[in-house]
């Protein structure tokens, strides 16, 4: 089994209770991004829950952040979640319908992850990834006739209230 990673996404919260919609929906869009479908309930299900351990294991007033990241390698697709709760562990039933959860400490806090196998014999390398075009968005389309330069007024702002020469000249 080849263990490269060939695709990951992440996606930085704040630890409380609407870190677990919002990781749900991270889930499911990158998922649906990666035409892994049939991976949508289980992943779901499994990013919803470890959040909601990191989130439950914060506590009240102890909010800090955690890190949702989706992983393509192998044969399988992890899901991790790490908190930086040095201090406890969080604490996940090992199984949630068939996913095995696994939970490791880091030098920052804790790592909570599960693999789940790609579907139909796929592997990482042949999940067919979004192409995006080459090409700029109508707001970069509409400011590409415009001059490049640089505003010699504004430099002079600028010099002047960094105390440097006064004579800036384009």
Not at 18 to 46: D, G
Not at 60 to 84: H, I, K, N, S, W
Not at 95 to 101: F, K, L, P
Not at 131 to 140: F, G, L, N, T, W
């Amino acid at each position: 089994m080849n263990n490269q990673t060939s695709q990951v996404d992440d996606l930085r919260l704040v630890a409380t209770p609407s870190a677990v919609n919002v990781a749900e929906m991270f889930v499911r869009f990158s998922l649906m991004e990666w035409s892994l479908r049939p991976l949508v309930p289980l992943a779901t299900q499994v990013g919803r829950h470890m959040v909601a351990a990191v989130v439950d294991n914060a506590g009240p007033g102890v909010a800090g952040f955690l890190t949702v990241r989706l992983r393509l390698q192998g044969d399988g697709l992890v899901v991790e979640v790490e908190d930086e709760q040095v201090s406890t562990r969080p604490v996940v039933s090992p199984e949630v319908s068939g996913a095995r959860i696994g939970v490791v400490p880091t030098a920052y806090g804790t790592r909570l992850w599960s693999e789940l196998a790609l579907p139909n014999n796929m592997n990482a390398k042949s999940v067919p990834l979004p192409r995006r075009e080459q090409r700029r968005s109508p707001a970069a389309e509409a400011l590409a006739d415009e001059p490049v330069g640089v505003d010699p007024q504004v430099m002079q702002r600028i010099l002047s209230a960094l105390g440097g020469p006064q004579d800036f000249r384009s």
